[in-house]
């Protein structure tokens, strides 16, 4: 059994929201995929990325090979959109405003040595996240709270779990010029600095956004247990009118 870091990518539906129609196109999607990322460690090359018609990331669990996913669907939650990003299994990540906020799929058995042994379930307070309110004003952060406190729930095998994470937040650097697989790309580096309570691990994330408020590249630690998760963008269809991850 393979998870989403040990899997080729799935789907994309181009300017879907919601999910209904979703697995329409399964088969032909996944023959491509698997045409496209061939070695467990993916690696595109320029006329590979030109070519390719999905919006994509590369995702990599620390210690883990690099692999290509793809956007599935993306729904409107609110004011929000929450990107779907699919594996061949049909394991997801959900980001929303560039932050890992749901895993869907994943099973202890198969997870252990790919993603971690747990699902993110959801976390609260994702209106006061301040990564939300730097991406929403363009990087002016000035008036844009520094802390945040939230509480993530998770299934660790089969049993309902929760913790509670305090963070800080800084703008570190930028605008400065940084490589990507489609190109080069002007982005702010965010840092966000923190620890899990009741555990008391600690950690340090990092989002690199474009001026326009699109998260390109992100390290990320959702849950005590998990390794970083790392993704970069690859392609991103109709990115002008998108808007952020």
């Not at 630690?221 to 990115?239: A, C, D, F, M, T």
Request: net charge negative.
């Amino acid at each position: 059994m393979k998870g989403i870091l040990g899997a080729a990518a799935l789907l994309l539906l181009p300017n879907l929201s919601g999910c209904t129609s979703v697995f329409g196109d399964v088969q032909n999607t996944i023959n491509y995929a698997l045409q496209t990322a061939k070695s467990n460690d993916s690696d595109l090359s320029p006329a590979d990325i030109e070519a390719f018609p999905y919006s994509a990331q590369y995702i990599r669990r620390d210690g883990s090979n690099r692999v290509l996913v793809v956007l599935g669907y993306i729904d409107t939650v609110g004011t929000e959109k929450q990107y779907s990003w699919i594996s061949r299994d049909s394991i997801t990540v959900v980001t929303e405003n560039g932050r890992v906020i749901k895993t869907l799929g994943q099973k202890a058995e198969i997870s252990a040595a790919k993603l971690g042994q747990h699902d993110l379930v959801y976390v609260n307070n994702r209106e006061n996240d301040p990564l939300r309110c730097i991406i929403q004003s363009h990087t002016n952060n000035s008036t844009c709270n520094t802390r945040w406190e939230r509480q993530i729930d998770y299934v660790d095998r089969d049993r309902q779990r929760s913790e509670n994470v305090v963070s800080e937040f800084r703008i570190v650097s930028g605008p400065e010029p940084m490589g990507f697989p489609s190109g080069e790309f002007t982005v702010y580096h965010v840092v966000e600095t923190g620890h899990f309570t009741a555990s008391g691990v600690a950690f340090e994330n990092d989002f690199y956004i474009e001026a326009d408020g699109h998260v390109a590249r992100s390290k990320q630690k959702i849950l005590p247990e998990n390794e970083y998760i790392s993704l970069i963008q690859v392609k991103w269809v109709g990115r002008d009118s998108a808007g952020a991850q």
